[in-house]
């Protein structure tokens, strides 16, 4: 069963792209959180999304927001991805895909390709919005800002 609207952010710790474990717990009552799960480092669709997270990094900011990308990719794989396109916000590595199974994140494709999907949960962890597309990266970041916006 996937999160919906109103669900609580699951707890999870997970390694960053600096090999450094980040637990969730510790953003929630401080920030508005944007986690967004995505198939693959370096690939086409995610490349740019991840670089249009980056572009709009300061206007996340100013809605007091992390954005938090989380694919099955090593912390390895993850840092030469972010130093490449000089991302400026943190992947984490769900290498057991384990973090994607609590929030209930399908499989695209027939199952073949992990699903790219968006959550926006509240400074009280709550779940406000999510957006699920494979074929559209870029909306990811427009529903995002959209929802906070509307917070």
């Known amino acids: 069963m996937s999160i919906q609207i109103g669900d609580k952010c699951p707890s999870f710790t997970l390694l960053n792209q600096h090999n450094e474990e980040i637990n969730i717990d510790e953003y929630i009552g401080k920030k508005n959180l944007v986690i967004y799960f ?59 895909k384990e973090v994607r199974k609590a929030f209930g994140v399908p499989n695209n494709l027939f199952g073949l390709l992990p699903g790219r999907v968006t959550y926006i949960i509240d400074r009280d962890g709550i779940v406000r919005g999510f957006y699920n597309s494979q074929t559209d990266p870029l909306g990811h970041i427009s529903k995002a800002l959209d929802t906070l916006k509307s917070l």
Do not use: W
């Not at 740019?48 to 709009?56: G, I, T, V, W, Y």
């Not at 996340?60 to 990308?69: A, K, N, P, Q, R």
């Open 38 to 96: 995505y198939p693959k480092d370096d690939t086409p669709g995610c490349t740019k999304e991840a670089c249009s997270f980056r572009d709009q990094f300061e206007v996340f900011h100013s809605l007091d927001t992390e954005v938090i990308g989380i694919s099955s990719d090593s912390p390895v794989k993850h840092k030469e991805f972010a130093e490449r396109h000089r991302l400026n916000f943190m992947l984490l590595s769900d290498q057991h």
